[in-house]
């Protein structure tokens, strides 16, 4: 037995993105029509939490608030329960169009809560940006996961919180492997849950690993007792020689990953509960 044996692990399925195209997995759900189909194969293997990019027709990101609007309504349909997270991301949109999803009173949002570099680009994250983006968020009741890029982004984090600045619970998520920035390392990993346990007892912490790190940053978190998200956002491939067949493969290694060490799945239920959120209506 581990000493994190029963502790229920919420699945995350990052579904779509703003940098997979069909021509690199046909898998990849681009229409709100494929996403809602992609999701409800993830959510019935147990992904509890859809985190939820949107695209133009022609496949490029966007961030129109109508297609926000009919993706919600087919996961509530479809998915019911399932925990809905919005991507406020830069690479979706510019300024406050990042945030024009929020009055749709998602039950989540990703909030990043500072700058750093891409494989190609600087992500931009400006204070004045993350203060619009989390007093929308407290002003609609949106609780923030908060995507950290980097050490600086979780002490930030934790001080916004601590300010009474970010709606809800805290909920951070390291992301490791975007090349340029934090890559996936056991040694930062660890510090990373040590800064979580020490700094922020009472929160909630989950992890993302990038490309090939997606399984191996899912073992981490699975193992050290925190939560987890998989997923074609994040990675298109079961190995280097084979696509992933859908989204909900991604989360089958999870779930095996969570029985592995003796984790039950979260619920979308016990999810919310776990994570603050209002039961579902």
Same mark, same amino acid.
């Given at each position: 037995m581990s000493d994190v044996s029963g502790k229920p692990c919420i699945l995350c399925v990052a579904i779509t993105g703003s940098v997979p195209t069909k021509a690199d997995n046909p898998a990849v759900p681009i229409t709100v029509t494929e996403q809602v189909e992609s999701t409800q194969e993830a959510f019935e293997l147990g992904a509890a939490i859809c985190h939820a990019h949107v695209r133009n027709d022609d496949g490029t990101p966007s961030s129109d608030p109508d297609r926000f609007a009919a993706l919600k309504e087919g996961l509530e349909k479809h998915c019911p329960g399932m925990i809905i997270q919005f991507s406020t991301g830069g690479r979706s949109g510019a300024g406050q169009a990042r945030g024009g999803m929020l009055p749709l009173r998602p039950d989540m949002a990703s909030l990043s809560v500072g700058s750093n570099n891409f494989p190609t680009r600087?992500?931009?994250?400006?204070?004045?940006?993350?203060?619009?983006?989390?007093?929308?968020?407290?002003?609609?009741?949106?609780? @923030?996961?908060?995507?950290?890029?980097? %050490?600086?982004?979780?002490?930030? /984090?934790?001080?916004?919180?601590?300010?009474?600045?970010?709606?809800?619970?805290?909920?951070?998520?390291?992301?490791?492997?975007?090349?340029?920035?934090?890559?996936?390392?056991?040694?930062?990993f660890d510090f990373y849950v040590r800064m979580m346990r020490t700094r922020a007892p009472e929160a909630a912490w989950c992890a993302a690993g990038i490309g090939p790190n997606q399984v191996v940053v899912n073992e981490w978190a699975i193992a050290a007792g925190g939560h987890t998200r998989a997923g074609l956002e994040d990675n298109i491939r079961l190995d280097r020689d084979t696509l992933a067949p859908s989204n909900a493969a991604l989360i089958a290694r999870a779930v095996d990953l969570?029985?592995?060490?003796?984790?039950?799945?979260?619920? @979308?239920?016990?999810?919310?509960?776990? %994570?603050?959120?209002?039961?579902? /209506?």
């Open positions: 600087v992500y931009e994250n400006p204070p004045d940006l993350v203060a619009w983006l989390s007093d929308e968020m407290r002003k609609y009741a949106v609780t @923030p996961e908060i995507e950290a890029f980097d %050490l600086s982004h979780i002490l930030q /984090a934790i001080r916004m919180h601590e300010a009474g600045l970010l709606h809800g619970r805290l909920y951070v998520q390291f992301v490791m492997g975007v090349k340029n920035a934090m890559p996936a390392d056991r040694e930062v969570c029985a592995r060490y003796e984790r039950p799945v979260a619920s @979308p239920a016990e999810a919310r509960a776990i %994570l603050g959120l209002a039961p579902a /209506a």
